[in-house]
């Protein structure tokens, strides 16, 4: 692939899964229950749906035209289509983002693959609530182990991204989307239908609006946008390879939704699960973790055969489902070092992989070994997480609605957005509003909220 001849993505439906398999990953499954926990179920839930809907599905089409248009890595876009400005740093913010990102994310993608081992050799049976709170703890505290894992998963990321685009992300997406979904939707009628499982769905459906404070918006709006894969050029870049007739906001559409439905399907897993056997909703990141096994346990532990091939399968496809989030975080880097540095692809990927391994080691020492060494009072892995989910992301998602709706010519958004004149004049201009209003008067408000200005 040269700078001039990119490649494209093979089918439409091709383009809606890979975005969908880099939005769909250990955001929904992993990040979303544990801050819905963190931050008191439902009226979390309500709020992050919200954000979906005003901010991200918004945003989203402004990253597809700004890549679609320009196609050209995301720092380049900028430089493309405002020459001589500093917008370029907005996709440089996006870069460096994503490069922190996949270095703690792989982190948690390791520990998915050492369930795989733990599920095949049946070492969930007969295990209690606290046998499953110990067996983890072990596993992050271990020096060795994870790091390994957070390694093997780098390097499956980095072959695939050599091999190119189209193979790679679009051929894995195919096939395990759809069975992903599957296997959640029966795991989460298994769990709603735990003894005991009513207190979780009443945690899920029973807003309690006195809970939502700076905290909730902000915690909100940050799973909004890493969910979605938003905010740091991730789409902006996979868009830079979408054919002219893709349509944009249907693809944005289709992306939010899905997303939507697989994060809200785990919480109907995790919740259910949690409650039925006592464990803390705010266990924070071990929560999917801690509560799984007992979905396993009790829902099949009469059938061992049954238990652990629905727990080997269920952990080889939520790391299959990261791998098309981790792929699509590599290739926002490696698209970058590659085409502005006049490099191979395969040394930017080799920069790439090492750059992010070494960060993933300290994040995943950062939990057992290292957990005494803090950065404002959390651990590497969570300072990682905080800062480019909830500071980030939603300041790349604020410059990128403000880029398109005030900067860009406005012939060249209606040419993008509108799928050769066909969308409805009134959809779009609604659609304008929300980008250059609300969303980033919404993510400003969050932002000075928090910061305690507003008091
Ligand atoms: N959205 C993915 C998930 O939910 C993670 C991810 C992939 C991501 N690419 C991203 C997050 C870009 C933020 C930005 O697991």
Not at 54 to 79: K, L, W
Not at 85 to 97: C, D, E, I, N, S
Not at 166 to 188: H, N, T
Not at 391 to 417: C, N, Q, R, S, Y
Request: net charge positive; hydrophobic share 50%.
């Amino acid at each position: 692939m040269t700078k001039n001849s990119r490649a494209n993505f093979g089918s439409k439906l091709g383009v809606i899964l890979a975005s969908a398999g880099s939005a769909v990953g250990l955001g929904n499954i992993w990040r979303f229950p544990y801050e819905t926990g963190n931050h008191g179920g439902a009226a979390f839930i309500l709020v992050y749906i919200g954000c979906v809907l005003f901010f991200g599905i918004p945003i989203m089409v402004a990253e597809f035209s700004i890549g679609r248009h320009s196609r050209s890595n995301t720092a380049r876009a900028y430089q493309k289509l405002a020459p001589g400005t500093h917008w370029r740093w907005v996709g440089r913010m996006g870069v460096l983002a994503g490069f922190l990102i996949l270095g703690y994310y792989s982190v948690v993608a390791g520990w998915t693959l050492d369930y795989i081992v733990q599920a095949a050799s049946n070492s969930f049976a007969g295990q209690t609530a606290n046998g499953f709170i110990a067996a983890f703890n072990n596993l992050t505290a271990n020096p060795w182990r994870p790091a390994l894992w957070m390694l093997a998963f780098m390097l499956m990321t980095h072959f695939i991204v050599v091999k190119g685009v189209e193979k790679g992300i679009e051929q894995s997406s195919k096939i395990m989307m759809p069975m992903l979904f599957i296997l959640l939707i029966i795991l989460a009628i298994c769990a709603v239908s735990l003894p005991g499982a009513g207190n979780g769905i009443k945690f899920l459906l029973q807003p309690d609006f006195s809970k939502v404070d700076g905290n909730v918006l902000l915690g909100a709006m940050g799973q909004a946008f890493f969910s979605l894969s938003l905010g740091m050029g991730c789409l902006c870049t996979y868009a830079s390879y979408f054919r002219k007739d893709v349509n944009l906001p249907k693809t944005a559409l289709n992306v939010g939704i899905i997303d939507t439905m697989v994060a809200i399907l785990s919480g109907f897993i995790i919740f259910p699960a949690a409650f039925s056997v006592g464990l803390q909703p705010d266990a924070g990141p071990s929560l999917l973790f801690i509560t799984l096994p007992n979905v396993f346990q009790q829902a099949f532990g009469g059938v061992p055969w049954l238990a652990v091939i629905l727990s080997i399968m269920f952990y080889v496809l939520l790391a299959l489902a990261a791998l098309t989030s981790t792929i699509s975080l590599h290739e926002v880097v490696t698209a970058y070092l590659h085409e502005e540095f006049d490099m191979t692809r395969r040394k930017a990927a080799i920069l790439v992989t090492t750059g992010c391994s070494i960060i993933g080691v300290l994040c995943s020492l950062s939990l057992g070994v290292g957990k005494e060494l803090t950065i404002f009072g959390m651990t590497l892995f969570d300072f990682f997480d905080f800062l480019t989910a909830k500071i980030m992301l939603p300041l790349g998602g604020f410059f990128i609605a403000i880029f398109t709706g005030w900067f860009l010519d406005k012939h060249i958004v209606w040419e993008e957005v509108s799928n050769n004149g066909t969308l409805k004049k009134s959809i779009y201009r609604s659609w304008l509003f929300l980008l250059k209003y609300v969303a980033p008067i919404g993510i400003a408000f969050i932002f000075v909220n928090e910061l305690g200005l507003l008091k």
